[in-house]
Nanobody
Framework: QVQLVESGGGLVQAGGSLRLSCVASGRTLYRMGWFRQAPGKEREFVARISWSGSSTYYADSVKGRFTISRDNAKNTVYLQMNSLKPEDTALYYC????????????WGQGIQVTVSS
């Protein structure tokens, strides 16, 4: 059984930083990504990373502020979030894909990030 477990969320003031972690268990996931969903809005893509870490991609809204990385030895993917804004407030989800492309196969339960102004 594949499980993705997020941690590291919480409440932070605008301009602050948080680092989210997602530990995967059960199988190897080639692609890992982060998504978020704010109240009353649809879930949106935040960032993704390939197996080697050599390929990353970010939503325009977080480019230059967020950094995705992974440690395959620990089966963990990270999202370093700097210069946080109130509009970053959302439930953040970790996702994993077994293939190079296509939809993500597995999702975490989500973790809350709240940025106060």
């Amino acid at each position: 059984q594949v499980q993705l477990v997020e941690s590291g969320g919480g409440l932070v003031q605008a301009g602050g930083s948080l680092r989210l972690s997602c530990v995967a268990s059960g199988r190897t996931l080639y692609r890992m990504g982060w998504f978020r969903q704010a109240p009353g809005k649809e879930r949106e893509f935040v960032a993704r990373i390939s197996w080697s870490g050599s390929s990353t991609y970010y939503a325009d809204s977080v480019k230059g502020r967020f950094t995705i990385s992974r440690d395959n030895a620990k089966n963990t993917v990270y999202l370093q979030m700097n210069s946080l804004k109130p509009e970053d407030t959302a439930l953040y989800y970790c996702a994993g894909g077994v293939g190079v492309g296509g939809p993500y196969d597995y999702w975490g339960q989500g973790i809350q990030v709240t940025v106060s102004s």
